[in-house]
Nanobody, 123 residues
Framework: VQLQASGGGPVQAGDSLRLSCAAS????????MGWFRQGPGKEREFVAA????????LYEDSVKGRFTISRDSAKNTVYLQLNNLTPEDTAVYYC?????????????????WGQGTQVTVSS
């Protein structure tokens, strides 16, 4: 399995970004794809996840209403739309693929990880 994350960069507070995660190497139907992030000096934290087949989603509370996760099955790609960014959103964002059906915030259920893409938000 290969996961290639992209779309990060430096932005101003209030700006938007769309992160992409292109997946290859196996069948993803039925499993969950998640986004996690790790800010400077912080532990990795859950951001959002969706089930590849059903499209059901799960969000961390601080991003609800600002971030949207979606997937394009034809392109084997998952997106994370980040709106109204704040400096607290500064982090390396990682996409990850689970090996279970349920969508979860538990990183231990995601055995496959991409390399990360840096998002830097200045005030």
């Amino acid at each position: 399995v290969q996961l290639q994350a992209s779309g990060g960069g430096p932005v101003q507070a209030g700006d938007s970004l769309r992160l992409s995660c292109a997946a290859s190497g196996r069948t993803f139907s039925g499993y969950a794809m998640g986004w996690f992030r790790q800010g400077p000096g912080k532990e990795r934290e859950f951001v959002a996840a969706c089930n590849w087949s059903s499209g059901r989603t799960l969000y961390e509370d601080s991003v609800k209403g600002r971030f949207t996760i979606s997937r394009d099955s034809a392109k084997n790609t998952v997106y994370l739309q980040l709106n109204n960014l704040t400096p607290e959103d500064t982090a390396v964002y990682y996409c990850a693929l689970s090996n279970v059906v349920v969508i979860s915030a538990d990183p231990n259920l995601y055995p496959y990880w991409g390399q990360g893409t840096q998002v830097t938000v200045s005030s």
